[in-house]
């Protein structure tokens, strides 16, 4: 790169990067990096229009797994996550109709954030409103095998200028019974615990109360505990601590950390809390010791170079996988505090950008910086596909995707959803 000249590929020539009129040059080094951007994304989408059939590897395909699972030669665990990978180069696009009981509601807000349910059946969105605030809803996936999604989608009666940074789904009275949201409003934020029948259609008189919410300090991230020895509790990664909250008892625990914590999940064995934070540690706190000075109660420390915006623990709990602000994505063995695989291609500067595993299918997926969305082979670290966005890329139309076998529940579609911008999309499989 040369101070003040720009290189032309197709000309294989320097150009001087002129000042316009007023001072003013129309041609910058992220206008021409956008116009290259752009030009590969229309590329791949023309190539997947074109291209129906791809192969994940040299030499796979259906008939040959059928043959080698025939002979013995492949397990039952080996063959189905193998045709998983060749359905997934198969997922053709198509675009979903967005129902809602109000016509003037529907599809007029850009997505935001998509999270799905443990089972696939219902998925919350958040979505942008103009006056800087977001809207909250829940899509039923029961239509998406009849070409349509029917959704409902209300305006939140509690709180109009809340954007949300964090959201998951909690199971108090039954799974997936409540949300918990992290939110800013000015300063300081507040953490919520909604009822999820709040976005029904169903005896819309009778409509129950919030659980919980209280000001906190800005929100990063927010957990549930599955585990019964910290029954009913959540956890929320604060700037510089970890607030953890029975909601029942109304206990609080405080944990300080020294940085932001912008990713965690609990493990389900035991009442175990792992973290990432800003600093790029990932370490994990025993939520049944009490608070203590200092950072004594800290356990099974990792290091990334940079912020980890994302930690998902295997089935297992074993291993757990981490994506951080430089783009990688590394997989580290707990009990020996090792990286043993690093899954490479993934984009990402200085977004929190989540991963999503499928361990059943034995696939990984992520949304890069770039709004590409790539899907792994957990198993190996074998990039799989990469999928362009529909929409030109910008920052704020960086997709959320919701990947499943069982869409809409235990008798649902396999394939992957996408919402960009007001759009949701259904890469199905063939």
């Not at 109009?160 to 409540?178: E, F, G, I, M, Y």
């Not at 950008?353 to 361990?359: F, G, K, R, S």
Request: charge should be positive; glycine fraction near 6%; charged fraction near 20%.
């Amino acid at each position: 790169e040369l101070p003040g000249f720009y290189y032309d590929s197709e000309k294989n020539r320097y150009f001087r990067l002129l000042p316009g009129h007023n001072n003013y040059n129309p041609l910058t080094k992220e206008s021409i990096q956008y116009k290259a951007m752009e030009c590969k994304r229309l590329c791949l989408l023309e190539e997947e229009e074109k291209q129906k059939k791809k192969t994940t590897r040299p030499g796979l395909n259906s008939s040959t797994l059928l043959q080698k699972r025939q002979l013995g030669l492949l397990s039952s665990t080996s063959y189905c996550r193998l045709v998983h990978e060749l359905k997934v180069n198969c997922m053709q696009r198509r675009k979903i109709e967005i129902r809602s009981p109000d016509s003037s509601v529907a599809g007029t807000n850009n997505f935001k954030i998509i999270v799905a349910d443990v089972a696939c059946e219902r998925i919350f969105t958040v979505n942008d409103v103009e006056h800087g605030g977001c809207k909250y809803g829940i899509i039923n996936l029961s239509g998406l095998g009849k070409d349509s999604l029917t959704v409902e989608m209300y305006d939140n009666l509690y709180f109009t200028n809340r954007k949300v940074n964090s959201v998951c789904w909690a199971s108090l009275t039954h799974p997936d019974s409540h949300l918990c949201l992290m939110g800013i409003a000015e300063t300081p934020g507040c953490a919520s615990l909604l009822p999820a029948s709040l976005f029904s259609s169903a005896n819309p008189g009778d409509r129950p109360g919030m659980l919980c919410s209280f000001k906190i300090s800005t929100a990063w991230s927010c957990a549930w505990c599955l585990n019964p020895q910290a029954d009913n509790c959540f956890s929320t990664g604060l700037t510089r601590r970890v607030l953890v909250t029975n909601v029942v008892t109304g206990h609080r625990q405080t944990f300080g950390t020294g940085s932001d914590v912008l990713a965690q999940q609990f493990a389900t064995q035991t009442p175990v809390l792992y973290n990432g934070c800003r600093s790029g540690e990932i370490f994990s706190i025993d939520v049944r010791q009490r608070s203590r000075k200092g950072q004594s109660w800290k356990a099974t420390r990792l290091f990334h170079d940079s912020a980890v915006t994302s930690i998902r623990l295997l089935e297992t709990e074993h291993y757990l996988l981490a994506a951080d602000m430089a783009g990688k994505i590394k997989q580290w063995d707990l009990r020996t505090a090792k990286c043993v695989k690093q899954y490479k291609g993934h984009h990402n500067e200085y977004a929190i950008l989540p991963l999503h595993v499928n361990e059943e299918e034995g696939l990984l997926t992520a949304v890069g910086q770039d709004c590409y969305t790539r899907i792994w082979s957990l198993r190996d670290a074998h990039l799989l596909r990469t999928i362009p966005s529909p929409h030109p890329s910008s920052k704020d139309a960086i997709p959320s995707v919701v990947f499943s076998s069982r869409l809409g529940g235990s008798r649902g579609v396999p394939g992957l959803l996408m919402a960009v911008r007001q759009d949701l999309y259904h890469f199905s499989y063939n």
